[in-house]
């Protein structure tokens, strides 16, 4: 029971801190990304019109990262697909970053991760029905 609320807790931290990716899209202060290129190419930098659209995906990871550890706490049915989903969001949202991302980002990117492995066969129905 305890792991359950631990789990739920660590999802909506992990959502919380998505928000930095649309500070740092939106800033230029301590909290904003260095001002690097992405990986695909050299013109477009995080805090030009590609990197500010791209925030949309950090926020949409924020959102539902912290939505299903709302979901886990509180009972819903569908938090895993909702973590699963967040969790690629939360890939494809930093990877092209990786670059500019300050270092809790691959930390983050190892979570979800381990989210994605871990809330998919064949261990999701395991997972779930331990957390109850």
Known sequence: MCLKYLLA???????????????????????AFEDKPWIFSQGVTARG????????LWLL???????????????WSGWPTLAVVAA????VAIVPWLRVVPPGA?????????IVVALLPPWAARIVEFLG
Do not use: C, I, Y
């Open 49 to 56: 019109p590609v990197g500010k659209a791209w925030a949309l």
């Open 88 to 91: 690629v969001l939360s890939l």
């Open 106 to 114: 691959w930390a983050g990117a190892l979570l979800d991760l381990l």
């Open 9 to 31: 807790f660590l999802l909506v931290m992990h959502g919380l801190a998505h928000v930095t990716g649309l500070v740092g899209a939106f800033s230029s202060g301590e909290q």
């Open 61 to 75: 990871a924020a959102l539902g990262l912290a939505g299903a550890g709302l979901g886990l706490a509180l009972g």
